[in-house]
């Protein structure tokens, strides 16, 4: 009963942004896609084409070519639900110009990404001290997250992406909407990569049908990761809402076929992933790749878990 009361006062947190901005758009603060969450969040640099990972950095969707999509199931501190979706697209050697004024993007890429996060059945209790709710209603938030990014013909190995998303807050009776842009660059040599981002530019508005408006301030955070064929490290710095952040993640894969995952951010993140064979059955529908992720991170209020799919095509 404790952790059920518990995880309610912390959900109301998060939502309560009709009476303190502090608080507005804390959807924003959650991790998304369990392979992210597994290396701590440190993933600002790191392009992998999964339809997820936009949400670190808008350049990650981009992949060699074709279709990807991606889903993932979150546990926050074991209470309420947090799941996305995702799908991408990437087209290789697009053209643009007419001849001779002909420039070839190597890689361009689009990809859209739905998230949503709820409690339902919160007790509602009048002013007075009683035993017993007078009802019941809900919570929730949503975000769309619309990414486009691309190589940049003019600086080999480089590339460019921007998030346009889309908030919705339902809490009670009051409801809220608001806008927000992210940009994002990312440039690679051999085996290095790095990354940067900027979230909310110029601050993400949010207006509530109570006329009152906040504003989610705007970040930056740079990264940058060494990968071999077997090994991953990455670092993440940057500063976020009045603070300076780091996030640190390690990555080793056996076989190919199942990679370990430790990472550090505010608490220890453990992840597992597994790619498996693709059986001969799936060749009908063009499945190039599939991959399974697991996150379990500890946090100052309790345990997050993540598990997400991703699919190539």
């Not at 697009?94 to 949503?116: C, D, H, K, Q, R």
């Not at 690679?188 to 601050?203: A, F, L, P, Q």
């Not at 894969?253 to 370990?260: A, K, M, P």
């Not at 430790?262 to 453990?270: V, Y």
Request: charged share 15%.
């Amino acid at each position: 009963m404790f952790k059920k009361i518990l995880g309610i006062f912390i959900f109301l947190l998060m939502l309560r942004n009709v009476y303190a901005s502090e608080y507005t758009g804390e959807i924003l603060n959650l991790e998304i896609g369990a392979r992210a969450c597994g290396l701590g969040g440190a993933y600002s640099s790191i392009s992998d084409g999964n339809a997820l990972s936009s949400w670190w950095n808008p350049v990650n969707i981009l992949q060699k070519e074709g279709i990807s999509i991606g889903a993932m199931k979150g546990k926050e501190f074991g209470l309420f639900d947090f799941n996305c979706f995702g799908a991408g697209i990437t087209k290789k050697n697009w053209e643009m110009g007419n001849y001779p004024n002909v420039y070839v993007i190597n890689n361009i890429a689009a990809s859209i990404l739905f998230g949503t996060m709820g409690l339902d059945s919160i007790p509602e209790f009048p002013d007075t001290l009683v035993a017993q709710p007078t009802g019941y209603f809900g919570a929730s938030e949503q975000v769309v997250l619309l990414t486009l990014a691309s190589s940049v013909p003019q600086i080999k190995n480089s590339r460019i992406g921007v998030n346009v998303k889309y908030l919705r807050y339902d809490i009670f009776n009051v409801q809220a909407n608001g806008m927000g842009l992210d940009l994002g660059a990312n440039y690679r040599h051999k085996k290095m990569s790095t990354g940067i981002v900027i979230k909310n530019v110029g601050g993400t508005n949010i207006n509530w049908t109570t006329n009152k408006q906040d504003k989610r301030p705007m970040s930056i955070i740079a990264g940058t990761n060494y990968r071999t064929k077997e090994s991953l490290v990455a670092l993440d710095l940057g500063y976020e809402y009045g603070s300076i952040i780091y996030r640190l993640g390690m990555e080793y894969t056996i076989w190919d076929l199942i990679s370990i995952r430790m990472g550090i951010n505010k608490g220890l993140a453990f992840g597992v992933g597994l790619k498996p064979a693709i059986p001969e059955s799936w060749e009908v529908i063009k499945v190039k790749g599939l991959t399974i992720d697991y996150a379990f991170t500890t946090k100052e209020l309790g345990s997050v878990s993540h598990i997400s799919m991703g699919l190539n095509f």
